[in-house]
């Protein structure tokens, strides 16, 4: 079945960075577009980047760009989201996200906090 886990999360003080992780399973990975979205606290789920089956087509909410980079290994089947000068606003819970045919996919969630 198909698996979404991601790792990479945790405290983080403003101006840090981090990387998250999301290895996925179960589905031919380098076929699909792969997401990252947030959830802070109190607010809707919204997209953060998206990347291409080949990496070559990317897309930034405008709150990160310039700061995040969305990146993918079709070999390992893995997708990363690496997050610099990361501010306070940037607290969440971080999902990895696939739509296949008429689904979407999650996995369990990356809390990220950022604070001092």
């Known amino acids: 079945q198909v698996q979404l886990v991601e790792s990479g999360g945790g405290l983080v003080q403003p101006g840090g960075s981090l990387r998250l992780s999301c290895a996925a399973s179960?589905?031919?990975?380098?076929?699909?577009?792969m997401n990252w979205l947030r959830q802070a606290p109190g607010k809707e789920r919204d997209v953060v980047a998206s990347i291409g089956e080949s990496g070559e087509i990317t897309y930034y909410a405008d709150s990160v760009k310039g700061r995040f980079t969305i990146s993918r290994d079709n070999v390992k089947n893995m997708v990363y989201l690496r997050m610099n000068n990361l501010k306070p606003e940037d607290t969440a819970v971080y999902y990895c996200m696939t739509h296949l045919d008429d689904s979407e996919y999650w996995g369990q969630g990356a809390q990220v906090t950022v604070s001092s």
């Open positions: 179960g589905f031919t990975f380098s076929r699909y577009f």
